[in-house]
């Protein structure tokens, strides 16, 4: 009897480690896991937290309006990198590029540097080309002179006109080859007021051709 009892002691004991040691381990687990779940969430909030920051700085950009203003001085107080020698110097290598593109009929860079109606000013005279047979070459285009004549800011856009005065030399061949228009050796010289625009939130650098006329 006594050596049964002492059996039944040994085995309360042996039990007792046994389950105290699976209670160390399965406190181990679940303490780390909570661990990782805690981390996992903290960090989880925080990306919402910096998502949910971004979105009010892009919102209070969006509701950033500029007044309408008038001249260089007023668009420098609110664009304060404009450069009025690098605008001029873009601009007068936009004007030979894209009138060799209307010549050549390569609407893909149009397109891309023409608001809608200006586009469809050029595809119409890329069109009545078309339709006469008429091709241009030896495209030449000389800017000798761009000012600056009007700067405007409306609705967070910005308006620069500029006069350039050109020359142009080229030859317009007939469907059959002959020649319709030499003007490869003197020219022609030309001068014409063209309005670019370009929102003053905008990421991309280019400005858009809003507007042509011509003034001789």
């Known amino acids: 009897m006594k050596w049964e009892k002492k059996v039944q002691y040994f085995d ?3 039990f007792a480690v046994i389950a105290g040691v699976l209670a160390i381990r399965l406190y181990r687990i679940l303490g780390i896991k909570s661990k990782v779940t805690i981390e996992k969430n903290e960090e989880a909030i925080k990306k919402v937290i910096n998502i949910k920051k971004e979105k009010e700085k892009d919102q209070e950009k969006e509701n950033i309006i500029t007044e309408n203003g008038e001249g260089l001085s007023y668009l420098k107080k609110v664009q304060p990198d404009f450069s009025e020698k ?3 110097s873009g601009a007068s290598k936009a004007l030979p590029m894209l009138l060799e593109a209307k010549y050549k009929a390569n609407k893909k860079v149009l397109i891309t540097f023409l ?5 469809r000013i050029f595809e119409k005279q890329i069109l009545d080309q078309e339709s006469k047979g008429h091709t241009i070459d030896n495209c030449e285009i000389n800017v000798f002179d761009k000012n600056i004549k009007e700067i405007k800011i409306q609705d967070n856009v910005v308006y620069i ?3 350039f005065k050109f020359n142009e030399k080229f030859i317009i061949n007939n469907s059959d080859g002959s020649v319709f228009l030499d003007l490869s050796k003197d020219g022609d010289e030309k001068t ?3 309005t670019f625009l370009r929102p003053l939130e905008s990421d991309s650098p280019n400005w858009k051709l809003f507007g042509v006329n011509q003034i001789n």
Not at 115 to 119: G, K, L, P, Y
């Open 12 to 14: 309360i004991i042996l």
């Open 86 to 88: 690098d605008f001029l």
């Open 115 to 119: 608001e809608d109606d200006i586009f």
């Open 161 to 163: 006109r500029v006069e």
């Open 192 to 194: 014409v007021a063209w």
